[in-house]
């Protein structure tokens, strides 16, 4: 639908005092999603991945028997497609040049550029939102956040990797999501905690992870403040540390998650691969309708975002 | 024996648009197992999902023209978009091979290979656009059977699919109840199987 004069009376005449407009800031003050992804330029339909495994560990030789030879693992491919975005708006030549206050039509390129930083924000970070579900899946197809991934190893890599018993819940399989969901607590971050410190390569070993940023939603602030704020245990009246303050987790709360009780964690960025796809930065073009004189203005852009391996990243939704 | 005189025909094709714009496209979740070719009629199954046109709904029946081709898919919709901004669902590829090494679900795509998001994408069939296919006749026996003229502009007449590469072309054998398409012009002019261009029938579009 066309922008109308009929629709904006109010611009047509000065004399308010101030508008309030949505639209001041631009960029929606600052993007969060750089900040946890890495990104990359494409210049393709598509970006494929392959994921490999490495080799197993060293056996045991006896004196003068042969050495035992062994193989790499090819793993699985992973496409991501970056799709395309746009919006438009058409504003008549009337209502451009009778604006008063020069919003409706010469706010365009701010505005666009407003529901671009939106749009890029929701796509980088439904992969948290929709990591939980078959929307998001990793190298072996299961869900982002899950219990079992699969490992190229199989069982002998579990069968290698030292501490498996108490972290997995089936031979060959290691999670990156609790077997049943944990609420924003000591308990749930020290849990994680070992996550990290457990997690292993697809052949069993361990990658010394450490998590770096505890992202959250709004409603987890207060619990955030007091489970790393205090200098002391919280919620006890012990005279004992805080045993995560070392871990320096670093909070990145977020409006961009859907759920009020999922939180993450995510290793540092070479040794996670959240990964947004820029096929195409945000554009915008103009055009005079050539009939009508009427203002076209759009913007457009091509991007994804993915996670193909699941190494790197926790993510539990809470109670 | 009457029957067509062509036994492959050619996609139909969007050739003109009366307003001198870009055709109207959407993209719609495929029905599974579909195989259709691109550039043949397709319509919304009765849950929702694109699959080629049956050839004998008149009323109501076309949801447009494919531009892309039948994706197999195991599923209806398998990899289409988690809307509104998720990305491709599936693998994004129409095929994959082999096994991955203790991954049951994880898959191997040949580097190359087509992509699959799920989705047909379609040309829609309002008044304004202006299609082209090949001219033949199903009831065929003599040239004149298969041969559009001048006289075939502003006639009525239904699309059959050849049974070879399942192309559809205007059939000249089917008429009045049958008919979905209206021919507007012979771009080309008139000889043996000439290209036609034609419109769609207000009556035979399926979602307006």
Redesign the interface.
Known sequence: MPQVRAKFAQLMQPGLRKIYSDFLDSSLKASDYPKVFNEMDSDS??E?FLEM?GISALQEKPEDASTAYVEM?????K???P?TYSLGMRTSKELYDDDKYGLVGKKGPTLLARSAAF?QE??AW?VFN?GF?????T????PLFYNQH??????QATQLAPGAAGVISAA?TWPNRPPVDIDFSVAGLQLATNYAARMVDNMGFPIRLKWQHLITPPELRFLVREILGSPGKPYTGDNTINSLLPEDYKNLEVPWLNSPSAWFLVAEKQDHSLTVIHREKPSTDFDDDFDTDAIKQKTRLRM???CPRWQGVFGTQGP | MAAANLTVHLPIIQVQNKANTTPFTCAQPEAASQQFQSGVPVQLNSSGYVQQWDGTTVTAGILGVSESFGLNLGSAGAGA??L??????G???IQ?WGQ??????????A?GTP?S?GRTLFVEPNLDNIFQALFDNAAGSVAADWTPTQADIGKKYGLTADSTWGFFYVDKNKTAGNAVVQIVALPMGSYLNAPVNFVFLTTAVQVA
Do not use: H, W
């Open positions: 339909q598509y494929q495994a693992k090819q793993g699985a491919s496409r991501i497609e799709l749009t929701m796509i439904n929709l579900t078959s929307a998001v899946t190298f072996d197809c299961n699969a490992l190229l190893g199989g069982a060959g994804a975002a993915a | 978009p988690a509104p901004f998720g990305g491709i669902t693998s994004d590829a994959t991955v090494p203790n991954q049951p679900n994880g898959v191997n795509i580097l992509v998001d």
